[in-house]
Structures are given as structure tokens and as C-alpha cells.
């Protein structure tokens, strides 16, 4: 009985971990959304890797390509979050963002674990669907 307390114990310890990592990955991505909202480039690119900071060299680049590329996720409608995901050693966050015509758009976003909290380190954009289907 006690070991299948401490399996118990130990299965629950673990599971709330993962359910952390998740918060803090989720509260990454909405507040670079968030500040992205603001026009404010400056703080969103504190929200991307290294990686991607050295990529685009500046928070005025970086601005340009999310409004280019993403303008879903620059004036988004609605964001929910989907499925926490380990690929090849890598986590992925599933995020379905409704932009301002209705259309439904599903991106994955790599993250990255830094000394200083989860960092975005890419978005690949899945597909988009039909929020009427």
C-alpha cells in the first residue's frame, strides 16, 4: 500500500510539474500576443529566443515580419490554447488563433528553455480551417 501511495505521490508530482511548464509556456506566448497587440516590438522580441533575436537583428524587424507573415497572431480575435507536445526532444505548443474575418488559424510554437524562463524559438503555422465546418 505505501508504494503505490509514493507511485501515486510521485505520478501526481510530476503530472503538476508538466501542468507547470505548460502555465508558463501558455503566459510566454500570450504575452508576446499581448504586447504584439500593443505595437509594442520591443517587448515581444524579449520574448523570442536568441535564436531568433539574432535572426532578425532588431524588435523593428521582428515587428515586420509578425505583420507580414503572421497577422493572425499581430490582431488576433481570439487565442485558445491546444496540446503541450514533445517532438524529437523539442516541446510544442498547439494554438488556434481566430483572426478579425472569423478565420480559424492553427501554428505550433517551439519553445526553448532559457536561464531566464521559456522563450519562442519559432512558429510554423499548421493550416487554416473553417470555424463553420
Known amino acids: 500500500m505505501r508504494r503505490l501511495l509514493l507511485a501515486l505521490s510521485l505520478s501526481a508530482g ?7 511548464q505548460s502555465d508558463e509556456i501558455e503566459a510566454n506566448i500570450a504575452a ?3 504586447a504584439f497587440e500593443a ?3 520591443v517587448t515581444a ?3 523570442a529566443s ?3 533575436q539574432n535572426l532578425f537583428r532588431t524588435p523593428e524587424n521582428f515587428g515586420a515580419m509578425v505583420r507580414n507573415g503572421y497577422p493572425m497572431v499581430w490582431r488576433p480575435a481570439e487565442v485558445r490554447f491546444l496540446e503541450l507536445r514533445e517532438i524529437a526532444g523539442a ?9 478579425g474575418n472569423g478565420q480559424v488559424h492553427i501554428l505550433d510554437y517551439q519553445m ?5 524562463g521559456w522563450k ?3 512558429v510554423q503555422l499548421l493550416g487554416n480551417s473553417d470555424p463553420a465546418a
Do not use: H, R
Request: aromatic fraction near 14%; hydrophobic fraction near 45%.
Open 14 to 20: 510530476l503530472a503538476s510539474g508538466a501542468f507547470a
Open 32 to 34: 508576446q500576443i499581448e
Open 39 to 41: 505595437d509594442d516590438f
Open 45 to 47: 522580441f524579449t520574448f
Open 50 to 52: 536568441p535564436n531568433i
Open 91 to 99: 516541446l510544442w505548443q498547439k494554438v488556434m488563433i481566430t483572426d
Open 112 to 116: 526553448v528553455q532559457q536561464e531566464n
Open 120 to 122: 519562442i524559438n519559432g
